[in-house]
């Protein structure tokens, strides 16, 4: 009886350590809202247009994010493995766009070019926590992700990219 009282209380634990990381703000299956801030040189960047025939992996970090770093060389390897691969209804394919919840735009550019972070994709309105796209999407922690496919809809939502790829995989034509 111990035993399955000691079970119970273990899955009760992470059930609620789960659900206290559980986005609200985003479902799977909405519209993604569109986003429109600029990257690191200034030129403005619209989710939405992006969008267009492609998924898009949208992935929240910052520089100073212990974990949005260790999880970077993964992020890498998602978009080195999928970027030129061919998907069903994705004329464009797949991109990530990171949004950065930075607030030193030189920290930000730094880490961008320490990870590798090759892609084109980069935005942010260097609010930090009280960042605009933060509060659009929900976000009360980072790293996390969203898969959205080509037609605009959230197709997931991630704590960490790689757990994007099986539904990449599903995708691939």
Known sequence: MKKIFVALSLCLIVFTANAQYENTTIKVGQKAPDLVFSDPNGKELKLSKLNKH???????????????????????????????????NAKKGFIIVSVSM???????????????????????DLGGWQSKPALIYGVQYIPQCFLIDAKGHVLGKYMHAEEAEQELQKMLK
């Open 102 to 124: 930075d607030q030193d735009k030189q920290k930000w550019i730094d880490a961008i070019k320490h990870d590798n972070l090759t892609w084109d994709y980069h935005m942010s």
């Open 54 to 88: 492609r998924i898009i992996l949208l992935d929240f970090w910052a520089s100073w994010c212990g974990p949005c770093r260790a999880s970077s060389p993964g992020l890498v390897a998602l978009y080195n493995n999928y970027n030129n691969k061919k998907f069903k």
